[in-house]
């Protein structure tokens, strides 16, 4: 019911998952490439107007896309910034204010911590999900109490992720407090979201350890 005979090619979904899910924070240079476009709005804000703001961090964003692209990247990896930084000064140009440019991140924190954690609460918590798709869906691991155990405590961290960054920074977008929205969207980005992902590999590991052996 829970076993099934080891197969050593089974082993790679998990330890490349793990694997990629780490690489998808694009280590300390990811971290630097979605803060510059931040710094440089909120610096452009300060000194010029809300459409120089804009515009400068558009730019910035696209030469950040074309010199991953000239890396080798593909373009649909390379853009995902530039994406995120029209999405959030299109917000900002529609509110006429510096501190929409965060809005729009603001409530996708709270859709996905909702999502996140209502996964929880009907037992099929997202992170479980998403390592048994990655081995083709054949495992009854939520029959498992300590594998489902730990699918819970690694989605409830992205929960908890999420919450706080709705949180906070919602309380300071109503305050107008666009410095400290940019402070908080990157010590509440990257870094955080690191922690999240550490506890999901361990999550992985644990199912692996019961079910891939």
């Known amino acids: 019911m829970t076993n099934q005979p080891h197969d050593s090619t089974q082993d ?3 330890t490349d998952a793990g694997a990629r ?3 998808s924070l694009g280590g300390t240079s990811g971290m630097i490439r979605t803060a510059i476009p931040v710094v440089v709005f909120v610096v452009a ?3 010029w107007t809300l459409p120089v703001a804009i515009g400068a961090a558009v730019i910035v964003a696209l030469g950040l896309t074309i010199h991953r692209v000239r890396g080798g990247e593909s373009i649909a990896a390379a853009s995902g910034g530039l994406v995120g930084v029209l999405a959030a000064g299109a917000v900002a140009a529609m509110s006429g204010s510096a501190s929409g440019y ?3 991140g603001i409530w996708t924190s709270l859709v996905a911590g909702v999502v996140v954690l209502a996964s929880v609460v009907i037992r099929r918590p997202v992170t479980g999900l998403l390592w048994n798709a990655l081995h083709g869906n054949r495992y009854a691991w939520r029959r498992n109490s300590s594998v489902r155990r730990a699918h819970d405590i690694a989605t409830l961290t992205f929960a908890v ?3 706080a960054r709705y949180l906070v ?3 300071l977008y109503d305050t107008d407090a666009t410095g400290w929205l ?4 990157i010590a509440m980005g990257a870094p955080l979201f690191a922690v999240a992902v550490l506890v999901t590999v361990w999550a992985f590991r644990r199912s692996t350890t019961h079910f891939v052996r």
């Open 12 to 14: 790679a979904p998990t």
């Open 21 to 23: 899910v780490v690489d």
């Open 45 to 47: 804000n300060a000194v």
């Open 102 to 104: 965060f809005l729009l």
């Open 161 to 163: 992720l999420f919450g």
């Open 169 to 171: 920074q919602d309380w």
């Open 182 to 185: 940019a402070v908080a969207k």
